[in-house]
């Protein structure tokens, strides 16, 4: 896979079946690299598989489809050049879709009422005189904020006091005939200062179900609640008394009980996070304790649908196990789980109808494809990773197994260029901490593969997808166990003869630039290093990142001494590796300044490095940004590797160095900054060397 293979890849949503079980309707989203933008069109796709895929609309990013109960209509979010998503409507008969909203900021996912007369959904309430309410107000002319809270605001969101996301109902317009009718209002439901989400209806019409953060100590603690409202806003009452983290309720079909993935308990403050997990649980519609369903030490939910799905007496979820999103059917009554499908797969999302489950799976070669599950069969529906497959790009993993020093299994994958080694090696290490490497298509490993590199990736303790006692056993002690894990695996996989042990270079992400950057700080076995979005130093964090008001406290602890000794910034003088920064100037999770600092440091001490900053983006640049910054972004990491660690697909000069003292451990004769680079690279960040000279 190149950088502007880009451009090829097809990403399945959440998928909609209708109520026959017929058919089924996803979004496929693509990166429009000559647009810069990312596009998007439902596809129908016969459930039986005795048709291809086509597409059914045309819009410019159209999502989130459902259809009603009685199976007339198709709900969607639709969003035109440069605006916000709103509703639309599809009549499943053929005709035109038609646009039922025009929020300010758009709308979000529709939710059928049980009767297919009216529709739910969250938005996002600006206060007026912000986010051009009033016309020839920009942002720069916006009052002052007052912040009185410590969740005040939220990567890739904005600010959040000022937008509060409220639950809205539509009736659905009485004549569809006479496009010239005007369209009923849509009413909103909810107030306060409190975001909603994850809107749900109770079988008979007469209630709904969110989620929200109401109680009074809702500003300091990490816990969520299930909240019941009447359509006319009349009635709201708290479901949940807990202290979890609730999302996408469910009723079944009494209306007596709701069902909800839950982390059942964040301790008695509300903040114990770490490794918690989150598993399917239920609790009585007219309030009580949530009672899961499955072991959350054991298990936790990896699927992104934005449903809880009950179907036939049990409810469906997506397991992690062991690097896989494994689809299981968990019966209501307490029989053993049902595994749909396991194997070397990540199920991204599914849903149910007509007794017919449908699911997006993803594995090495795709970024997802539907399947159909029937008594027991599966059938392949769709090929839409077929034309980035048909390119010969796309490279195969191979799982292995590695021991810690304390003998510990750490589990991962090696994945090789084809051709005669041995081949330099990449040594990637992902975010989180509490998240997982696996079986999907990743455009960053076949990337650099294809650019003639091994890549090396694990899931050391820290990882998710392993148990909770593994997520926690990091908690206190970031760069310890994590760290010898990491390298016990890349040791372990430079055994093979097809890679080079003698050229290796790091990266990593978030959690893996913390990695990243403190292991560099303790070795000069590497022969360059990007440290990208990192979390470096704890006590910054505190102050400036969306999280950063809980997150390093419940993970690293409070005693100065032992926060010092994570901290990858405070190590950072020790850091002689030729090291790329990149960060995204808007980064509101892992915030710019982070990045800034290592960079100056490595900078003022002659250490070959450059910062990489991309204006407009967030935390989510490698896996949302604006497809040419995303572009971008891989060119000027080959770029990088192509100077410090070169291969046979991404061959480039040897590094062009100033005067200066040596630096031991980079394989160099000096270590002065790397010559500038041409003008037609704008996002190259230039600063002037100063030295003793």
Known sequence: MRPHDLALLRTPGAPTVSPDGRIAVVAVARPDVEGDAYRSQLWAVPTDASAPARPLTSGHRDSAPVFSPDGRWLAYLGAEPGGRPQVWLLPTAGGAPRRLTDHHLGAGAPVWSPDSRRLAYTVRVPEHGRYGTVEGVGPEAEPPRLITTLQYRQDDVGFLTDRRSQVFVLDLPEDFADDSAPLPPARQVTTGDADCADVTWRPDGAELAFVSARHPRADRDLVRDVYAVRPDGTGLRRVTASRGDCAVPAYDPTGRLIYVTAVPDLGPDGLDFVARQAVPCRVDADGGVLVPLLDPELEHRGDETPATVLVDGAVLVGL?????????????????????????????????????????????????????????????????????????????????????????????????????GPHPVLLTIHGGPFTQYGWSLFDETQVYVSAGYAVVQCNPRGSSGYGAAHGRAIRGGWGELDAADVLAFLDAALEESELDADRVGIMGGSYGGYLTTLLISRTPRFAAAISERAFLDPVSFVGSSDIGWAFPDQYLGTDPARVAAQSAMASAGAITTPTLVIHSEEDWRCPVEQGARLYVELKRRGVPSELLLFPGEGHELSRSGRPRHRLARFEHILRWWARWLPSAQNPGPAAELVEGPPVPGTGEDDAGTTAAEPDAQPLTVRATRVDSR
């Open 320 to 420: 992690q196990r062991r690097g896989a999103v494994e689809l299981v059917r968990v019966p209501l009554d307490g029989a053993a789980p049902e595994a749909l499908v396991d194997g070397p797969f990540t199920v991204r999302s599914f849903a149910a109808a007509g007794g017919v489950v449908v699911a997006v799976v993803a594995h090495d070669r795709s970024a997802g494809e539907l399947i159909a599950i029937t008594s027991g069969r599966r059938r392949l529906l769709t090929a839409f990773g077929r034309r980035l497959g048909e390119t010969g790009r796309v490279h195969r993993v191979r799982e292995r197994t590695a021991t810690a020093p304390d003998g510990y299994p750490v589990h991962g994958w090696v994945t090789v260029p084809p051709g005669p």
